[in-house]
């Protein structure tokens, strides 16, 4: 869709709409004023959104270096009077936490949403963490929705409530419902003109230490506030329309939310099962009233959530404190799975494990069997041309000269597609935590052993949380080499801008950060900028920085293949008659441009963009350089 029909579609209009898309409007509808982020899939699309239409939508917007500091954008955004909007993926909370749970206690002005995209079945994460529990952890209000329309109606609706009771309030989504599409009918936009020469409103901060400098003084009685406004919330809670009575005559029942509920609703439809429904749209505080009352004539209650058993735990404490004989099936007593996302199948299983539903027969037309029993798995790859191919079979290759032994050496890696180099023929990241980690892991594997080790960390990740370990490094006299694959651009999460280049988040010209510079300002003294592509020089400077005897750090330089409006050079060609078919650039390059067949090299022209590293690796001089026209 053209994304300026976000801004100018009016109220009653109809979309077809991605849920990160919904939020965007819901944010629009709201009249968000400052929204900030660090992108991070599942919830990647809404930054990327917002940064083409955030002028034209009086929103000032950015993508933060991490998203600790974009949580506390918005925070002091939302401490000026101002609605303010942040967002994330799950495990960028855990980088923002600290912020996070303080802004609780100091409450907010101007309304703030904080939009968490968890990822069960980790498609794209290093865990599943579910984020509801920073709610119970920080005492806030959680919205689940379960549909794009719910989306953009539970963002605009958490900056009322937020308003309300002068606290943040989090709209979580999963997976599915950031990357679904449904219709929306869209809402009334309010007015967050300005005529101030910026195009954002601005905001007043009136000092209250009180309230806002939480020393021990202030935290006690801010803690007291904030459980008071939690009692508040519950009494919302359980007066929500959000949270929907589907009622049927059967004594079993179901409680869910998110994308569980409609994996529950579309399986109690087609199975014409008479459950009656309790669905959580305000999960958090519990609303335990409602949950009583929709517990009577029930004697037995499925519960459906994705991915920790919260809402089944809350059931159950309600359940005990209030003496009622119902029984619970749920992840405890793993009537469903506790771990990954849910599906149809697996909550028929789940029915079925109880109810004893009447079998099914599906009969497949014989050719889709077989199709389906051929499907073929393949793990992810680097693009053709990625410069961080070339840096880690030249590291590869480093060893190999050097004759260092497999064991003798520590890979450490970080967040991003260079993470990749995990797999074959490259073999390097033996280590990850978190973003900004392989800095960090390597100061530890450096007082712990005697073995080379090898850093591996991307250029938005080295500004996100990587410059701090390399001051820890520098000051504790550590040694280890540390590559910074500077590819020019924020790549996995599908190329947002970081401060290593001269464009902000909405397309201006900004300063650009040296990366260099920074590294040497550290206290670097073995720093060296290299062309990922330039083969002997990455293998010479590799060997210097080996033989420096304190942290050495090499910049590989080169921007990402996939970035828009990029030259490439003309695919290779190759010879067949210089071609002994050794299959070194299969084996040991592992380019998805070069194939075999019949056993013979291919080179596919259509997907080779000319990065030459190819050129330099064939020992026989089979492969040449394209001819530019």
């Known amino acids: 869709m053209n994304l300026r029909e976000l801004i100018t579609g009016k109220s009653g209009d109809k979309q077809f709409l991605l849920g990160n898309e919904a939020a965007v409007r819901g944010v629009i509808e709201a009249g968000v004023n400052v929204a900030a982020t660090y992108p991070g899939t599942p919830s990647s699309e809404i930054g990327d959104i917002l940064s083409v239409i955030a002028k034209d939508s009086n929103i000032y917007f950015e993508f933060s270096a991490n998203e600790k500091i974009a949580m506390e954008i918005a925070a002091s955004a939302a401490a000026s009077g101002l609605r303010s909007f942040t967002f994330m993926k799950h495990v960028g909370m855990n980088v923002a936490s600290d912020s996070f749970i303080t802004t609780a206690y100091t409450g907010i002005v101007g309304g703030m949403v904080i939009l968490i995209a968890d990822d069960p079945s980790i498609f794209s994460s290093q865990n599943e963490q579910d984020s509801r529990h920073y709610a119970h952890l920080a005492n806030l209000l959680v919205l689940e929705p379960s549909s794009c329309q719910e989306v953009k109606d539970m963002v605009k609706y958490g900056f009322e409530l937020s308003e309300q009771l002068k606290l943040p309030v989090i709209v979580r989504t999963t997976t599915r419902i950031s990357h679904m599409r449904g219709i929306v009918e869209l809402g009334e936009i309010e007015d967050n003109s300005t005529e101030d020469e910026v195009h954002w409103k601005k905001g007043m901060f009136i000092k209250n230490p009180s309230q806002f400098v939480p020393v021990p003084v202030n935290a006690q009685r801010m803690h007291i ?7 508040k919330a519950r009494q919302i809670s359980n007066n929500s329309d959000l949270n929907k009575e589907i009622k049927n005559k059967s004594n079993y029942g179901v409680i869910s939310s998110s994308s569980a509920f409609n994996y529950a609703y579309d399986v109690i439809k087609l199975n014409n099962m008479d459950l009656s429904i309790l669905k959580l749209g305000l999960s958090h505080p519990f609303p ?12 037995e209650v499925f519960v459906l959530e994705e991915v920790d058993p919260i809402i089944e735990k809350e059931l159950l404490a309600v359940i005990g404190q209030n003496k009622l004989n119902v029984t619970v099936y749920g992840k405890l007593d793993e009537t469903f799975p506790k771990y990954h996302e849910l599906n149809p199948d697996i909550v028929e299983n789940g029915f079925n494990k109880i109810l004893h539903l009447p079998k099914k027969e599906y009969k497949l037309n014989p050719d889709i069997e077989k199709l389906t029993n051929q499907t073929i798995t393949r793990n992810p790859i680097l693009c053709s041309g990625c410069p961080h191919r070339a840096i880690y079979y030249a590291v590869n290759k480093v060893l190999e000269k050097l004759k260092i032994p497999e064991k003798n050496v520590i890979f450490t890696s970080d967040i991003g597609c260079y993470t990749l180099g995990i797999n074959p023929p490259y073999n390097t990241a033996d280590y990850l935590l978190s973003m900004g980690s392989s800095v960090g892991d390597s100061c530890g594997f450096s007082i712990a052993t005697n073995q080379l080790i090898f850093g591996f960390i991307g250029d938005s990740t080295f500004f996100h949380s990587g410059i701090s370990p390399l001051l820890n490094a520098i000051h504790n006299k550590q040694k280890f080499v540390l590559t910074i694959l500077d590819n020019r651009i924020t790549a996995m999460t599908g190329g947002q801008p ?27 003294e073995f720093v060296r900028v290299v062309n990922p592509f330039n083969l002997e020089q990455v293998i010479k400077t590799y060997i210097e920085a080996i033989k420096h005897e304190k942290v050495a750090v090499i910049i590989a330089k080169s921007p990402c293949t996939l970035i828009k409006g990029l030259t490439k050079r003309p695919p290779v060609k190759l010879e067949y008659s210089n071609c002994t078919n050794c299959n070194h650039c299969i084996d040991q390059l592992a380019c998805p441009s070069i194939s075999t067949n019949d056993n013979k090299i291919i080179i596919d022209q259509s997907t080779c963009n000319g990065c030459n590293i190819c050129v330099q690796v064939c020992k026989y001089g089979a492969i040449k350089p394209g001819e530019i026209k």
Do not use: H, Y
Not at 225 to 231: A, D, N, R, V
Not at 288 to 299: A, E, G, M, Q, S
Not at 505 to 521: F, N, V, W, Y
């Open 288 to 299: 335990d009233k409602k949950v009583i009352n929709f517990l009577k004539n029930l004697d």
């Open 225 to 231: 506030e904030l459980i008071e406004k939690m009692q």
């Open 498 to 524: 970081n401060p290593g280049i001269a464009i902000d988040s909405m397309g201006d010209e900004a300063p650009e950060i040296s990366i260099r510079k920074i590294a040497l300002a550290c206290g670097v």
